[in-house]
């Protein structure tokens, strides 16, 4: 028993004192201490090395929360044997027209049938928040995406309200809530393949999330113009009473053209910058960490 007591101590320590002296631990905090804003980082490098800052701490996901429902959707799917060309009908009462949605926006009548690829390319490269509800009343709602990510290992999370919910009532933007790191960490299993869903499904994931249209300012900034791939999803909130954004957010994986990866989340809550200004800190902590790594 004290052998093993031991181990654990000194395991700790070890990852502890390798985490402190890491030369991104510095730099990134730089940003972020000089920051009118609450930032979380995680960072994990060719899914082992990790570094968190501000990671004790609930942030609200906004639309990153899409991507956890996206790997739902696909367990829905798989469970079923359904293709993603599966169609969902679509009513005009679906595409509620107080909110953003390509989607209504493409076909304001609604009435149509349309596969779930296509549903998932509205979610996850351009954020429809109607696109959203509508997948999430699919599989049964919020609580099937909560409690199928807790059957694979996710913690530190939860999903609870729709975007109709948040858009009625804005402080439900916190029910919907990650770690950094958690967020990191199923973001890293669907660039390694190792998530418990078939191949057919996580690959369309993975492939519509390394085109994904929002956010260039983000996460991508600083790998414009270089042989770099991202895939990424963006979260972003309304302001508060107090001017503050509510959530400004950004989680990736990077693939470097020498075969390596690393996956970075950069969470952003209640920022009294402007919106351009906490787009600024998001890419210059990707900024930081790729002229690092690449």
Not at 20 to 27: C, N, R, V
């Amino acid at each position: 028993m004290m052998k093993l007591l031991l181990f654990i101590i000194l395991y700790t320590f070890c990852t502890l004192s390798s985490q402190a002296t890491h030369p991104l631990q510095e730099q990134i905090q730089q940003i972020t201490a000089n920051t009118d804003a609450h930032v979380g980082v995680a960072l994990i490098i060719d899914g082992k090395d990790t570094i968190t800052i501000n990671n004790d701490d609930r942030y609200p996901l906004m639309s990153v929360m899409k991507y956890h429902q996206a790997l739902a959707v696909a367990h829905y799917l798989d469970k079923h044997h359904l293709p993603l060309s599966t169609s969902v009908f679509i009513r005009k009462e679906d595409l509620r027209p107080d909110t953003y949605s390509p989607l209504r926006d493409r076909y304001p009548e609604g009435n149509i049938s349309l596969p779930i690829s296509e549903l998932l390319t509205y979610t996850l490269q351009l954020s429809d928040n109607n696109a959203c509800d509508i997948l999430f009343d699919y599989i049964g709602g919020t609580e099937e995406t909560d409690k199928y990510l807790r059957t694979i290992g996710c913690d530190q999370f939860a999903v609870t309200a729709t975007e109709d919910d948040m858009h009625k009532n804005l402080a439900l933007c916190y029910n919907n809530w990650s770690t950094p790191l958690s967020t990191a960490r199923l973001m890293d299993r669907l660039a390694a393949e190792t998530l418990p869903i078939d191949t057919s499904y996580t690959h369309f994931i993975r492939e519509t999330l390394l085109d994904c249209q929002t956010g260039k300012a983000r996460l991508p900034f600083p790998l414009q113009g270089t042989e770099t791939r991202i895939g990424h999803k963006t979260g972003t909130s309304d302001q508060n009473e107090q001017g503050e954004w509510i959530g400004i957010n950004d989680a990736g994986f990077i693939l470097l053209p020498n075969g390596k990866r690393y996956t970075l989340v950069v969470f952003v809550k209640h920022s009294k910058l402007s919106f351009e200004a906490t787009e600024r800190v998001i890419a210059d902590i990707s900024a930081v960490v790729f002229r690092t790594l690449h």
